[in-house]
């Protein structure tokens, strides 16, 4: 099913009302990437809680990239520490993507806030962890 955008502008004057709408048809989800992130701890960690996202910034795709049609999954390892900041983010060796999209993906990763991982005594540690970032246009 498309979305179609659903709003409109009314500018009242002293004697006439315009009300601007948007083309008819437009389909909003297309002129915008789809962004989505999953989430895995470092083998090992068993006894700890994953840390849970609190704010999430969005990557821009870049417009070159969009022009394109660049995709792709972008993994990066990265240590959530005990105060939920996000450090040492690199991305995944094994992979052959656009770096285009792993600059886009680390810069938005390094903005992000966490609910620090807890170990079994509900203390906060710091753990490294994958995100994935899936650039997809549709």
Same mark, same amino acid.
Request: charged letters at 30%; aromatic letters at 6%.
């Given at each position: 099913?498309?979305?179609?955008?659903?709003?409109?502008?009314?500018? *009242? *004057? #002293?004697?006439?009302?315009?009300? =601007?709408? #948007?083309? =008819? %048809?437009?389909?909003?989800?297309?002129?915008?990437?789809?962004?989505?992130?999953? /989430?895995?701890?470092?083998? %090992?960690?068993?006894? @700890?809680?994953?840390?849970? $996202?609190?704010?999430?910034?969005?990557?821009?795709?870049?417009?070159?990239?969009?022009?394109?049609?660049?995709? %792709?999954?972008?993994? *990066?390892?990265?240590?959530?520490?005990?105060?939920? &900041?996000? /450090?040492?983010?690199?991305?995944?060796?094994?992979?052959?993507?656009?770096?285009?999209?792993? +600059?886009?993906?680390?810069?938005?990763? &390094?903005?992000? +806030?966490? !609910? #620090?991982?807890?170990?079994?005594?509900?203390?906060?540690?710091?753990? +490294?962890?994958? @995100?994935? $970032?899936?650039? &997809? *246009? !549709?």
């Amino acid at each position: 099913m498309k979305e179609r955008a659903n709003w409109r502008t009314v500018v *009242l *004057l #002293p004697f006439m009302a315009i009300a =601007v709408y #948007p083309a =008819v %048809g437009v389909d909003v989800k297309s002129a915008v990437p789809f962004i989505q992130e999953s /989430q895995e701890l470092d083998k %090992g960690t068993k006894d @700890i809680t994953k840390p849970e $996202i609190l704010t999430k910034v969005n990557p821009v795709y870049p417009e070159d990239a969009k022009k394109e049609g660049v995709m %792709g999954d972008i993994k *990066l390892d990265a240590v959530v520490d005990e105060t939920g &900041k996000v /450090q040492d983010v690199v991305k995944q060796a094994d992979q052959v993507v656009d770096e285009r999209l792993v +600059k886009a993906a680390m810069e938005a990763l &390094k903005q992000w +806030k966490f !609910k #620090p991982a807890m170990n079994k005594q509900g203390k906060p540690v710091s753990v +490294k962890t994958t @995100i994935t $970032i899936r650039f &997809k *246009l !549709k």
